[in-house]
């Protein structure tokens, strides 16, 4: 059994429609996979009907959260749920905020780049992602186009890096209102590459004791961005705090140069992921 639970399509900063990640899933040789768009469950009916034989699809979304220590900024961390009801209420309206959220952030980061003479437009780049869910792997593709980053890794490491002038950080929900939500629409909340230090600062082992205390079901501790001492820290903590564990690519399609299936869970755990998730089901045959 291969089973891969963090993947993103075009339904928020992935390249592929839900439905060729699918086939992608499937041409890799995957048993299972999740679907995991940032901030919306737009993908699900498409990944639903497009499912290719064979293949289990767990639907599930990443969700911009926030913690925030005692004594510095917040932190960005990303919450995966999975087998949500997606019709909750609460958990529906605050994903809706994260996505005005980011069309207002995406909007200044980029005005405030075209107002420097950079070649890039707010209405292009909406326009470009299809109604996906904007990110700033839409806005690095854009300054690929215009030819002044070379890759969209590029971009990330210079102007749209967190540390660059340019960069807006968002809104995001307060990790512990994060989980409490995923949790009351029935899904399981899995803590997503929580020592991935290339994308900035990270929470420490207290913090993630106070997330599980919160409700916290899982870690995500095979991811690509994160090193062999860091993934056995993280499966160390997770034994601690009896989580789930879990392991994913994150792929993106040809917005990151990781391939489909890059990191898998094993199927113990998949099966407790199963068992935890009430709100929706797996499509499967
Ligand atoms: P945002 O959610 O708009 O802050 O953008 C962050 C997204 O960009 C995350 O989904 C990351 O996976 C993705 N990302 C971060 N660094 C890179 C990179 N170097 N190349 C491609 N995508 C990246
Ligand atoms: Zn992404
Ligand atoms: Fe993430
Ligand atoms: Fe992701």
């Not at 917005?255 to 199927?267: F, H, L, R, S």
């Amino acid at each position: 059994m291969r089973i891969d639970l963090h993947t993103h399509s075009s339904a928020s900063d992935g390249t592929e429609t839900p439905a060729d990640l699918l086939r992608s899933a499937a041409a890799a040789g995957l048993d299972v996979v999740a679907l995991t768009d940032h901030d919306t469950t737009a993908g699900w009916q498409v990944a639903a009907s497009a499912r290719p034989p064979g293949l289990t699809v767990v639907p599930g979304m990443e969700m911009s959260c926030r913690w925030f220590p005692a004594d510095s900024p917040p932190i960005s961390v990303h919450l995966l749920a999975y087998l949500f009801d997606p019709t909750h209420p609460g958990f529906a309206a605050e994903r809706a905020r994260l996505r005005d959220e980011r069309l207002a952030r995406g909007e200044r980061i980029v005005r405030a780049l075209a107002a420097d003479g950079h070649p890039v437009s707010w209405e292009r780049i909406v326009e470009q992602s299809d109604g996906g869910v904007v990110g700033r792997p839409h806005i690095a593709r854009a300054l690929v186009d215009a030819g002044v980053v070379e890759s969209v890794d590029h971009a990330f490491t210079t102007l749209l890096h967190h540390h660059s002038p340019y960069y807006v950080a968002k809104v995001d929900t307060d990790v512990r209102e994060g989980i409490a939500l995923v949790r009351a629409a029935g899904g399981v909340p899995v803590f997503a590459h929580g020592l991935a230090t290339k994308r900035g600062r990270v929470v420490g082992d207290a913090a993630v004791a106070a997330m599980a205390e919160a409700g916290l079901l899982g870690i995500e501790v095979d991811h690509p961005d994160h090193a062999p001492d860091e993934r056995l820290h993280l499966r160390g903590l997770a034994a601690d705090l009896g989580l789930i564990v879990t392991g994913s690519s994150d792929y993106h399609g040809t917005n990151k140069t990781t391939v489909i299936g890059a990191c898998t869970t094993d199927p113990h755990q998949f099966e407790a992921i199963l068992a935890a998730g009430t709100g929706s089901a797996p499509f499967r045959d």
